[in-house]
């Protein structure tokens, strides 16, 4: 896995990344992904949420990463304690998940884009 | 040399502290918690461990300057600084003045799921966070267990325990995490498999309803420590241990005397009292007396302008300072004046290590120089005698090493040995005064002597008790060939002994009468006799002086007859006569 991202074009910010997906939608899923600096555990996470997103919620969802290395006071808003933690703020309730997204079922359901089984 | 040089450094190496400032718990963990390592505190559920781990943060951010940094996991910041205001902390006023900082951490099962890999790197950074912030020395997770409740990886979770640990330990942080006692196991996670430096354990036991809370210090990696359980106490103050006995027997003494309140008594005691300091033990039957002589000793105290705390386990204030009017003691003025004070209390009220520690807590308090506990006896009422025998060694410990002058009174309770108290404490008070009754002719009367008194002349009498409506007085018992009499059997015998006394008084003086007037008799006779010998001499002198006159008259008739009868014969011789 960690060869593949390796192989990959090299991203200057996960958050430029990000960005450059914002499409504006009537119902748009507001998505925060909290990271601690670039690990490739965060690298992971945040290609794996891409990846998800793009296959289940096309141009309807805006990622937003908080890199709690930067910015360590806005761990306690969301009561951060796992990293990576992605937060689904829209729509409600407010889900988190927790991990690196690798089971895209897991994730799917804790998202609640799927029914759990 | 290089042996000695090693062992010296062991010695100056030993494990540094981080002192708790909680009354007790420092001389019990010989100084504090082990500084820049984790302690574990571990307890059942209302334990106190929440408690302790708060104070020792609060108390290390006031009075030994380290900031601390509290991750709670299961109440709220206003939640604790709510807890903890009733007990005297003002933690809002300490977070403002960034000396705390209070994280609440919540953990929401229901809100998470878990998919793949992750790290507590956020928790991590939330605290590494709090403690650059104000600079922390302490840390205090508060149940970090919970998190066991939120995750579900166990394998992630002890990882990154044992990562957060040594993080901590890097940091030089002193750490404080408590965990929730676990059955038959010291936490329900394991939690001491992380945490091995010092284990502290919280207990709370209901003996016959009273309720005590215990703790014991489990493990203590590298230091001596008290091994035993210690009664703590959670009240208005927060929290304290306290030692089962004290440390040490290294309280000062002094050579000052005080008296006793009973002039008599003073002059028992080597002619000059008490010793300043000393514990001194009053027992006896009921009624004779105990009180009176506490109040006694008080009243002088207080008329020398000491303190004294008075703690009276069976008479409300108000009605002691009316029985001790009746025996015109006026206690009433020196508790307006502040000089004394009393704390009165059913012993049953609540349990013996309450006791002690409200007796501390007053002590500390107020300061007496003189404390007055009336009785011991009634705290094996709250306890069992054991626990009551300990309790009141601590207390008389305690006492000594403040230099305070403890004054004991005990019931005997008639049917056993009397001079023996039933709390035992007899062997460790320093004097000992025994009161009891004298029943005799159908009445009984107090008696009271000194059975002992450490390091002083005392008397071996035996006096009687009289309490009277100026107070109490000793007197001399009657110790005659009808044995020891007190009371009217000592007045009769007395009146018997005067009107003896006035019988061979009466005889003397008879026969005193009698001698003069044999004397004047005999010099009376011895006066006539002289007069008759006088008589007789006179007459004897008379007598001869008649003689003689008859003798030259004689003698002149014979002349006269012989010139006149023989004249010639008596020629010659005449002539030779006339010539």
Known sequence: ?117 | MIKAVKKDNKERRSLPKAPTGIQGLDEITAGGFPRGRPTLICGSAGAGKTLLAMEFMIRGATEYNEPGVFMAFEETASELAQNVRSLGFDLDELIKEKKVIVDFVRIERSEIDETGDYDLEGLFIRLGAAIDAIGAKRVVLDTIENLFAGLQNQGILRAELRRLFRWLKDKGMTAVITAERGDGVLTRNGLEEYVSDCVILLDHRVTDQVSTRRLRIVKYRGTAHGINEYPFLIDEDGFSVLPVTSLGLQHEVSDERISSGVPRLDTMLGGEGFYRGTTILVSGTAGTGKTSLAAHFVDAACRRGERCLYFSFEESPGQLMRNMRSIGLNLEQWSKKNLLRFHSSRATFYGLEMHLAVIHRVVENFQPKIVVVDPVGSLIQAGNMRDAHTMLIRLIDFLKQRGVTAFLTNLSSGGEALERTNVEISSIVDTWLFTRDIELNGERNRALYVLKSRGMAHSNQLREFLLTPKGVDLLDVYVGPEGVLTGSSRLSQETREKAAALVRQQEADRRERERARKREALEARIAALRKEFEVEEHEAETSEDQNAVREELMASDREAMARSRKADVTNGTSKKRRE
């Open chain 1, 1 to 117: 896995m960690a060869k593949s991202r390796k192989s990959q074009p090299e991203p200057l910010s996960l958050q430029e990344i990000a960005d450059k997906n914002e499409v504006p939608a009537d119902d748009v899923w507001e998505l925060r992904l909290y990271v601690a600096g670039q690990t490739p555990r965060s690298l992971a996470a945040f290609a794996n949420l891409k990846r998800i997103c793009e296959e289940h919620l096309p141009g309807r969802y805006n990622i937003e990463v908080v890199d709690l290395v930067k910015h360590p006071q806005l761990a306690a808003g969301d009561q951060i304690l796992a990293i990576p933690t992605l937060v689904r703020k829209l729509p409600q309730p407010l889900r988190k998940i927790v991990g690196d997204l690798r089971d895209t079922e897991r994730a799917l359901v804790g998202l609640q884009l799927r029914p759990a089984k």
